[in-house]
Protein backbone atom coordinates (compact mmCIF):
# COMPACT_ATOMS: atom_id res chain seq x y z
CA UNK A 1 0.00 0.00 0.00
CA UNK A 2 1.56 3.03 -1.42
CA UNK A 3 1.11 6.48 0.37
CA UNK A 4 2.01 9.55 -0.83
CA UNK A 5 3.16 12.46 0.63
CA UNK A 6 4.13 15.11 -1.82
CA UNK A 7 3.56 17.22 -4.24
CA UNK A 8 5.64 15.38 -6.77
CA UNK A 9 4.05 12.16 -5.77
CA UNK A 10 0.71 13.02 -6.25
CA UNK A 11 1.46 14.82 -9.81
CA UNK A 12 3.02 11.67 -11.12
CA UNK A 13 -0.50 9.52 -9.73
CA UNK A 14 -2.60 12.01 -11.47
CA UNK A 15 -0.68 12.06 -14.53
CA UNK A 16 -1.24 8.60 -14.77
CA UNK A 17 -5.15 8.41 -13.96
CA UNK A 18 -5.76 11.04 -16.76
CA UNK A 19 -4.69 8.53 -19.05
CA UNK A 20 -7.80 5.90 -17.84
CA UNK A 21 -11.18 6.68 -18.41
CA UNK A 22 -12.13 6.72 -14.75
CA UNK A 23 -10.64 7.65 -10.72
CA UNK A 24 -12.32 6.03 -7.66
CA UNK A 25 -12.21 8.99 -5.39
CA UNK A 26 -12.94 8.16 -1.40
CA UNK A 27 -11.93 10.13 1.78
CA UNK A 28 -11.64 9.88 5.56
CA UNK A 29 -12.34 12.76 7.31
CA UNK A 30 -13.48 14.14 11.16
CA UNK A 31 -15.93 16.27 12.09
CA UNK A 32 -16.83 15.85 15.87
CA UNK A 33 -14.47 18.85 17.03
CA UNK A 34 -15.12 21.20 14.21
CA UNK A 35 -17.39 22.83 11.93
CA UNK A 36 -16.28 21.64 8.61
CA UNK A 37 -14.51 18.68 8.15
CA UNK A 38 -10.73 17.93 9.12
CA UNK A 39 -9.54 15.99 5.40
CA UNK A 40 -7.35 13.35 6.97
CA UNK A 41 -7.02 11.24 4.00
CA UNK A 42 -7.58 10.32 0.31
CA UNK A 43 -7.84 7.34 -1.67
CA UNK A 44 -7.15 6.87 -5.33
CA UNK A 45 -7.47 3.64 -7.77
CA UNK A 46 -7.37 3.89 -11.18
CA UNK A 47 -8.50 0.88 -13.66
CA UNK A 48 -5.90 -2.58 -12.86
CA UNK A 49 -4.95 -4.20 -10.40
CA UNK A 50 -0.80 -3.44 -9.77
CA UNK A 51 0.72 -1.99 -6.69
CA UNK A 52 0.67 1.41 -8.39
CA UNK A 53 -3.00 1.61 -9.24
CA UNK A 54 -4.39 2.06 -5.99
CA UNK A 55 -2.80 4.55 -3.49
CA UNK A 56 -4.07 6.65 -0.39
CA UNK A 57 -3.17 10.40 -0.46
CA UNK A 58 -1.84 12.19 2.99
CA UNK A 59 -3.26 15.54 3.17
CA UNK A 60 -1.72 16.40 6.61
CA UNK A 61 1.83 15.78 5.07
CA UNK A 62 4.09 18.83 5.53
CA UNK A 63 4.01 20.85 2.55
CA UNK A 64 1.97 18.76 -0.12
CA UNK A 65 -0.56 20.60 -2.07
CA UNK A 66 -3.59 18.96 -3.49
CA UNK A 67 -3.59 21.04 -6.49
CA UNK A 68 -2.60 17.73 -8.99
CA UNK A 69 -5.42 16.18 -7.83
CA UNK A 70 -7.87 18.94 -8.16
CA UNK A 71 -6.37 19.15 -11.69
CA UNK A 72 -7.61 15.87 -12.06
CA UNK A 73 -11.04 16.78 -11.20
CA UNK A 74 -11.71 19.58 -13.28
CA UNK A 75 -10.30 17.20 -16.34
CA UNK A 76 -14.09 16.16 -18.05
CA UNK A 77 -11.71 13.35 -19.90
CA UNK A 78 -11.84 11.51 -16.96
CA UNK A 79 -15.07 9.91 -14.82
CA UNK A 80 -14.90 10.57 -11.19
CA UNK A 81 -16.84 7.52 -8.86
CA UNK A 82 -17.76 8.04 -5.62
CA UNK A 83 -19.94 6.38 -3.10
CA UNK A 84 -22.00 8.33 -1.55
CA UNK A 85 -20.29 11.59 -2.53
CA UNK A 86 -22.17 14.51 -0.27
CA UNK A 87 -19.66 15.22 2.50
CA UNK A 88 -16.78 14.41 0.19
CA UNK A 89 -17.79 16.65 -2.27
CA UNK A 90 -18.68 19.43 0.58
CA UNK A 91 -15.05 18.81 1.82
CA UNK A 92 -13.39 19.39 -1.62
CA UNK A 93 -15.77 22.78 -2.40
CA UNK A 94 -15.09 23.94 0.98
CA UNK A 95 -10.89 23.03 0.48
CA UNK A 96 -11.01 24.33 -2.89
CA UNK A 97 -14.32 25.79 -4.28
CA UNK A 98 -13.91 22.30 -7.03
CA UNK A 99 -16.01 20.18 -8.10
CA UNK A 100 -15.07 16.60 -9.65
CA UNK A 101 -16.93 16.75 -12.74
CA UNK A 102 -18.05 14.63 -15.11
CA UNK A 103 -19.42 12.77 -11.62
CA UNK A 104 -20.47 9.60 -10.85
CA UNK A 105 -22.34 8.46 -7.47
CA UNK A 106 -22.87 4.15 -6.55
CA UNK A 107 -24.75 4.79 -4.40
CA UNK A 108 -27.60 6.97 -6.56
CA UNK A 109 -26.83 4.50 -9.88
CA UNK A 110 -27.41 1.41 -6.91
CA UNK A 111 -31.13 2.61 -6.57
CA UNK A 112 -31.78 3.36 -9.97
CA UNK A 113 -30.38 -0.63 -10.58
CA UNK A 114 -32.53 -1.97 -8.15
CA UNK A 115 -30.37 -2.52 -5.28
CA UNK A 116 -32.83 -0.69 -2.90
CA UNK A 117 -33.08 2.49 -0.94
CA UNK A 118 -29.70 4.00 -0.27
CA UNK A 119 -27.39 0.83 -0.87
CA UNK A 120 -24.60 0.73 1.26
CA UNK A 121 -21.46 0.22 0.26
CA UNK A 122 -20.82 -3.06 2.05
CA UNK A 123 -23.91 -4.24 0.42
CA UNK A 124 -22.67 -3.58 -2.95
CA UNK A 125 -19.27 -5.15 -2.52
CA UNK A 126 -21.05 -8.56 -1.24
CA UNK A 127 -23.72 -8.37 -4.46
CA UNK A 128 -21.68 -7.56 -6.72
CA UNK A 129 -17.89 -7.92 -5.90
CA UNK A 130 -18.82 -10.88 -3.93
CA UNK A 131 -16.36 -10.53 -1.26
CA UNK A 132 -16.64 -9.20 2.30
CA UNK A 133 -15.42 -6.00 3.94
CA UNK A 134 -13.97 -5.44 7.64
CA UNK A 135 -15.02 -2.64 8.95
CA UNK A 136 -12.87 -2.23 12.26
CA UNK A 137 -11.35 0.56 11.65
CA UNK A 138 -13.75 2.18 10.18
CA UNK A 139 -15.05 4.78 13.51
CA UNK A 140 -10.79 5.16 14.33
CA UNK A 141 -9.36 8.56 14.97
CA UNK A 142 -8.16 9.24 10.71
CA UNK A 143 -6.00 12.73 11.76
CA UNK A 144 -3.51 10.28 13.92
CA UNK A 145 0.15 9.41 12.39
CA UNK A 146 1.45 7.13 11.30
CA UNK A 147 -1.66 5.13 10.20
CA UNK A 148 -2.03 1.35 11.42
CA UNK A 149 -1.60 -1.10 8.41
CA UNK A 150 -5.01 -1.77 9.07
CA UNK A 151 -6.21 1.64 8.56
CA UNK A 152 -4.41 1.49 5.24
CA UNK A 153 -6.06 -1.70 4.31
CA UNK A 154 -9.61 -0.56 4.99
CA UNK A 155 -8.90 2.57 3.32
CA UNK A 156 -7.65 1.31 -0.20
CA UNK A 157 -10.84 -1.20 -0.30
CA UNK A 158 -13.33 2.05 -0.45
CA UNK A 159 -11.90 2.44 -3.84
CA UNK A 160 -10.37 -0.91 -5.00
CA UNK A 161 -13.73 -2.49 -4.88
CA UNK A 162 -15.58 0.62 -6.01
CA UNK A 163 -13.66 0.33 -9.42
CA UNK A 164 -15.75 -3.50 -10.07
CA UNK A 165 -18.98 -1.75 -8.87
CA UNK A 166 -18.72 1.30 -11.06
CA UNK A 167 -17.80 -0.91 -13.75
CA UNK A 168 -20.76 -2.98 -13.26
CA UNK A 169 -23.10 0.10 -12.41
CA UNK A 170 -22.16 2.14 -15.66
CA UNK A 171 -22.72 -1.35 -17.94
CA UNK A 172 -26.24 -1.38 -16.46
CA UNK A 173 -27.18 2.04 -16.53
CA UNK A 174 -26.27 1.96 -20.28
CA UNK A 175 -27.71 -1.05 -21.05
CA UNK A 176 -31.34 -0.26 -19.37
CA UNK A 177 -30.57 3.40 -21.13
CA UNK A 178 -30.92 5.06 -17.82
CA UNK A 179 -27.39 6.89 -17.69
CA UNK A 180 -29.41 10.37 -17.66
CA UNK A 181 -31.42 9.31 -14.52
CA UNK A 182 -28.02 9.44 -12.76
CA UNK A 183 -26.74 12.54 -14.24
CA UNK A 184 -30.05 13.70 -13.45
CA UNK A 185 -29.42 13.25 -9.25
CA UNK A 186 -26.08 14.04 -9.47
CA UNK A 187 -26.81 18.32 -10.82
CA UNK A 188 -27.76 18.68 -7.26
CA UNK A 189 -24.65 17.75 -5.77
CA UNK A 190 -22.31 19.81 -7.70
CA UNK A 191 -24.47 22.81 -7.59
CA UNK A 192 -22.90 25.37 -4.70
CA UNK A 193 -26.11 26.32 -3.10
CA UNK A 194 -25.96 22.82 -1.86
CA UNK A 195 -23.67 23.30 0.63
CA UNK A 196 -23.88 26.97 1.29
CA UNK A 197 -25.63 27.67 4.70
CA UNK A 198 -26.73 30.87 5.20
CA UNK A 199 -26.59 31.78 9.38
CA UNK A 200 -30.35 34.09 8.86
CA UNK A 201 -31.77 30.51 7.65
CA UNK A 202 -30.45 28.29 10.09
CA UNK A 203 -33.82 29.42 12.69
CA UNK A 204 -35.68 26.32 10.17
CA UNK A 205 -33.74 23.28 11.72
CA UNK A 206 -34.60 24.24 15.28
CA UNK A 207 -37.80 22.16 15.92
CA UNK A 208 -39.87 24.26 18.66
CA UNK A 209 -43.23 23.96 20.18
CA UNK A 210 -44.14 27.35 19.86
CA UNK A 211 -45.12 29.56 16.40
CA UNK A 212 -45.43 32.64 17.80
CA UNK A 213 -43.50 35.37 15.62
CA UNK A 214 -42.42 36.79 18.47
CA UNK A 215 -40.60 33.92 19.80
CA UNK A 216 -39.58 32.84 16.06
CA UNK A 217 -37.54 36.46 15.62
CA UNK A 218 -35.41 35.45 18.60
CA UNK A 219 -34.90 32.14 17.62
CA UNK A 220 -33.91 33.15 14.20
CA UNK A 221 -31.15 35.72 15.32
CA UNK A 222 -29.98 32.98 18.22
CA UNK A 223 -29.47 30.64 15.69
CA UNK A 224 -27.99 33.19 13.51
CA UNK A 225 -25.44 34.25 15.67
CA UNK A 226 -24.60 30.54 16.35
CA UNK A 227 -24.13 29.51 13.03
CA UNK A 228 -21.94 32.78 12.14
CA UNK A 229 -19.98 32.12 15.26
CA UNK A 230 -19.41 27.98 14.46
CA UNK A 231 -18.44 29.08 10.92
CA UNK A 232 -15.64 31.94 12.24
CA UNK A 233 -14.03 29.85 15.15
CA UNK A 234 -14.38 26.40 12.92
CA UNK A 235 -16.48 24.44 15.88
CA UNK A 236 -19.51 22.22 16.40
CA UNK A 237 -22.67 24.02 16.29
CA UNK A 238 -23.44 22.65 19.92
CA UNK A 239 -20.32 23.52 20.90
CA UNK A 240 -21.73 26.87 21.04
CA UNK A 241 -25.25 25.83 22.43
CA UNK A 242 -27.49 23.61 21.96
CA UNK A 243 -30.72 23.36 20.21
CA UNK A 244 -32.63 22.69 23.63
CA UNK A 245 -30.69 25.60 25.22
CA UNK A 246 -31.46 28.08 21.95
CA UNK A 247 -35.34 27.62 22.69
CA UNK A 248 -35.01 28.62 26.57
CA UNK A 249 -33.19 31.32 25.74
CA UNK A 250 -35.66 32.35 23.24
CA UNK A 251 -38.40 31.77 26.01
CA UNK A 252 -36.59 33.64 28.99
CA UNK A 253 -34.62 36.07 26.59
CA UNK A 254 -32.16 37.32 28.89
CA UNK A 255 -30.91 40.67 28.77
CA UNK A 256 -27.81 40.97 31.50
CA UNK A 257 -25.18 38.60 31.87
CA UNK A 258 -26.69 37.63 35.14
CA UNK A 259 -29.94 37.07 33.48
CA UNK A 260 -27.94 34.71 31.19
CA UNK A 261 -26.37 32.79 34.34
CA UNK A 262 -29.65 31.71 35.48
CA UNK A 263 -30.04 29.63 32.31
CA UNK A 264 -30.14 25.66 32.87
CA UNK A 265 -29.19 24.25 29.86
CA UNK A 266 -26.25 26.64 28.97
CA UNK A 267 -22.68 25.26 28.80
CA UNK A 268 -20.31 27.50 31.09
CA UNK A 269 -18.44 28.48 27.91
CA UNK A 270 -21.16 30.32 26.98
CA UNK A 271 -21.97 32.15 30.27
CA UNK A 272 -18.93 34.54 29.55
CA UNK A 273 -16.82 36.33 26.69
CA UNK A 274 -17.38 36.60 23.31
CA UNK A 275 -20.24 33.96 22.93
CA UNK A 276 -22.52 35.22 26.18
CA UNK A 277 -21.91 39.19 24.25
CA UNK A 278 -23.62 37.08 21.06
CA UNK A 279 -26.47 35.94 22.81
CA UNK A 280 -27.55 38.76 24.59
CA UNK A 281 -27.20 40.98 21.24
CA UNK A 282 -29.25 38.29 19.31
CA UNK A 283 -31.80 38.47 21.91
CA UNK A 284 -32.23 42.32 22.37
CA UNK A 285 -32.07 42.28 18.24
CA UNK A 286 -34.81 39.66 18.08
CA UNK A 287 -37.16 41.34 21.10
CA UNK A 288 -37.07 44.33 18.80
CA UNK A 289 -37.96 43.27 15.34
CA UNK A 290 -41.22 44.52 14.23
CA UNK A 291 -44.20 42.15 13.44
CA UNK A 292 -43.70 42.75 9.66
CA UNK A 293 -40.21 41.20 9.81
CA UNK A 294 -41.06 38.22 12.12
CA UNK A 295 -40.17 34.51 10.77
CA UNK A 296 -43.08 32.94 8.91
CA UNK A 297 -42.80 29.48 9.05
CA UNK A 298 -43.73 27.64 5.58
CA UNK A 299 -47.70 25.98 6.51
CA UNK A 300 -48.70 25.86 2.97
CA UNK A 301 -48.68 21.89 3.11
CA UNK A 302 -50.52 21.30 6.33
CA UNK A 303 -53.25 23.89 4.35
CA UNK A 304 -53.14 21.58 1.54
CA UNK A 305 -56.72 19.55 0.55
CA UNK A 306 -55.58 16.06 0.73
CA UNK A 307 -57.79 13.45 -1.01
CA UNK A 308 -57.27 10.62 0.48
CA UNK A 309 -58.05 7.95 -1.92
CA UNK A 310 -56.42 9.69 -4.46
CA UNK A 311 -53.25 9.50 -2.49
CA UNK A 312 -53.90 6.10 -1.47
CA UNK A 313 -54.00 4.92 -5.13
CA UNK A 314 -50.77 6.79 -6.11
CA UNK A 315 -49.00 5.12 -3.55
CA UNK A 316 -50.04 2.02 -5.23
CA UNK A 317 -49.14 3.45 -8.54
CA UNK A 318 -45.56 4.17 -7.21
CA UNK A 319 -45.12 0.64 -5.88
CA UNK A 320 -45.97 -1.10 -8.60
CA UNK A 321 -43.70 1.07 -11.37
CA UNK A 322 -40.79 0.71 -8.81
CA UNK A 323 -40.94 -3.05 -8.84
CA UNK A 324 -41.55 -3.01 -12.28
CA UNK A 325 -39.12 -1.05 -13.01
CA UNK A 326 -36.22 -1.93 -10.24
CA UNK A 327 -35.79 1.23 -9.16
CA UNK A 328 -36.00 2.51 -5.13
CA UNK A 329 -39.02 4.33 -4.63
CA UNK A 330 -37.99 6.67 -2.47
CA UNK A 331 -35.93 7.65 -5.03
CA UNK A 332 -39.07 8.89 -7.00
CA UNK A 333 -41.32 10.49 -4.60
CA UNK A 334 -41.32 10.49 -0.64
CA UNK A 335 -44.96 10.06 1.13
CA UNK A 336 -45.38 14.16 1.16
CA UNK A 337 -44.61 14.58 -2.71
CA UNK A 338 -48.25 11.82 -3.06
CA UNK A 339 -49.78 13.97 -0.82
CA UNK A 340 -49.04 17.48 -2.90
CA UNK A 341 -49.93 15.69 -6.03
CA UNK A 342 -53.37 14.35 -4.37
CA UNK A 343 -54.51 17.52 -3.34
CA UNK A 344 -53.52 19.09 -6.59
CA UNK A 345 -49.74 20.49 -7.41
CA UNK A 346 -48.28 20.25 -10.15
CA UNK A 347 -44.97 21.87 -9.42
CA UNK A 348 -43.50 18.34 -7.72
CA UNK A 349 -40.86 16.38 -8.88
CA UNK A 350 -41.99 13.42 -9.05
CA UNK A 351 -43.78 14.61 -12.15
CA UNK A 352 -40.84 16.20 -14.37
CA UNK A 353 -37.48 14.50 -15.68
CA UNK A 354 -36.78 11.23 -15.66
CA UNK A 355 -39.47 10.60 -12.71
CA UNK A 356 -42.05 11.28 -15.23
CA UNK A 357 -40.54 8.74 -17.29
CA UNK A 358 -41.21 6.17 -14.51
CA UNK A 359 -44.51 7.58 -12.95
CA UNK A 360 -44.95 10.80 -13.14
CA UNK A 361 -46.76 10.57 -16.36
CA UNK A 362 -49.39 7.71 -15.33
CA UNK A 363 -49.73 9.62 -11.89
CA UNK A 364 -51.34 12.80 -13.67
CA UNK A 365 -53.56 10.12 -16.05
CA UNK A 366 -54.27 8.55 -12.88
CA UNK A 367 -55.80 11.92 -11.19
CA UNK A 368 -57.31 12.73 -14.56
CA UNK A 369 -59.10 9.76 -14.34
CA UNK A 370 -57.87 8.21 -17.43
CA UNK A 371 -56.31 4.81 -15.91
CA UNK A 372 -57.35 2.91 -13.20
CA UNK A 373 -55.50 -0.01 -11.42
CA UNK A 374 -56.22 -3.76 -11.64
CA UNK A 375 -54.92 -6.43 -9.42
CA UNK A 376 -53.46 -9.81 -11.33
CA UNK A 377 -52.60 -12.01 -9.11
CA UNK A 378 -49.41 -10.74 -7.34
CA UNK A 379 -49.15 -7.86 -9.25
CA UNK A 380 -50.93 -4.62 -9.82
CA UNK A 381 -51.92 -3.27 -13.60
CA UNK A 382 -52.62 -0.05 -15.16
CA UNK A 383 -55.66 0.18 -17.02
CA UNK A 384 -57.08 2.50 -19.53
CA UNK A 385 -60.74 4.18 -18.59
Known sequence: MKTLTTT???QAFCDAAAQYPYVTVDTEFLRERTYYSKLCLIQLAFSGDGENDAVLVDPLADGISLEPLYALFRNENVVKVFHAARQDLEIFWVEASVFPKPLFDTQVAAMVCGFGEQAGYETLVRKIVKQGLDKTSRFTDWSRRPLSEAQKTYALADVTHLRKIYEFLAAELEKSGRSHWVAEELQVLTDPATYDIQPQDAWKRVKTRTNS??????????AAFRETYAQSNNV????VFKDDALVELAST???????????????????????AEGILEAVAKGVSCPPENFPRLDRSKEKLQVNPALADLLRVLLKAK???????????APSSDLDAIAAGLRDVPA???W???VFGADALRLCEGKIGLAAKGQAVQVVEL
Open 236 to 239: PRNR
Open 8 to 10: EEL
Open 355 to 357: RRE
Open 213 to 222: GKFLAVVREL
Open 253 to 275: KPRTAAELGGSRLLLREARKGAI
Open 322 to 332: TEAEGVAAKLI
Open 351 to 353: LSG
